[in-house]
């Protein structure tokens, strides 16, 4: 509610200033020294308390208490790589194998477009999806994705050749 008495100050400083040339005259070089004074004490406070709040016992804000996954322990299977609409989309359905002591919670998943005519590869493009699954230890889930690649000339790949990479995994103790 102090929030009132600010504003209806300014409202009447408004008022006054639309009424009389000489209040205007008085008012804006008043009105910008308090409020540039008002800027410095506030970045006064924002830059004291921004310092003094970091503690050597606190942990880093972004450490993960949770247990390391390793790439290996994901394992997928028949993956299966389908055309979609538009023409640079592709769905992906595969199956996801949690080998790992941990529950699964989610992981990135990049995956490489090669078209290879002939034996000779060129990159066509890559993707990176959150692959948002939640598999016990030991346990598997189908899953379904979407990727999309650059297609500049709208020529489909002669021979395409898929390669993945499972990355930032996270997991959790059961």
């Known amino acids: 509610m102090i929030w009132i008495l600010p504003a209806l100050a300014g409202l009447l400083i408004v008022y006054f200033a639309m009424r009389s040339s000489r209040f205007r005259r008085f008012a804006e070089p008043v009105l910008s ?3 540039a004074l008002l800027l410095l004490s506030a970045f006064l406070v924002w830059f004291r308390e921004g310092g003094s709040s970091t503690n050597e016992a606190d942990p880093p804000p972004f450490a993960q208490n949770r247990p390391v996954i390793q790439p290996e322990e994901i394992v997928l ?7 979609n609409r538009p023409d640079t989309s592709y769905r992906v359905t595969g199956t996801i194998l949690n080998n790992s002591p941990a529950d699964l919670t989610n992981f990135n998943l990049t995956v490489t477009l090669e078209d290879c005519p002939g034996g000779k590869c060129k990159t066509v493009g890559d993707d990176t999806a959150l692959i948002l699954a939640r598999i016990r230890a030991g346990q598997s889930q189908t899953f379904e994705t979407f990727f999309t690649f650059p297609n500049p000339y709208g020529v489909d790949p002669a021979a395409p050749k898929w390669s993945y990479r499972v990355s930032d995994i996270r997991g959790r103790m059961p």
């Not at 299977?77 to 055309?83: A, D, G, P």
């Open 77 to 83: 299977e028949n993956l299966q790589f389908t055309r």
């Open 33 to 35: 020294i308090l409020v």
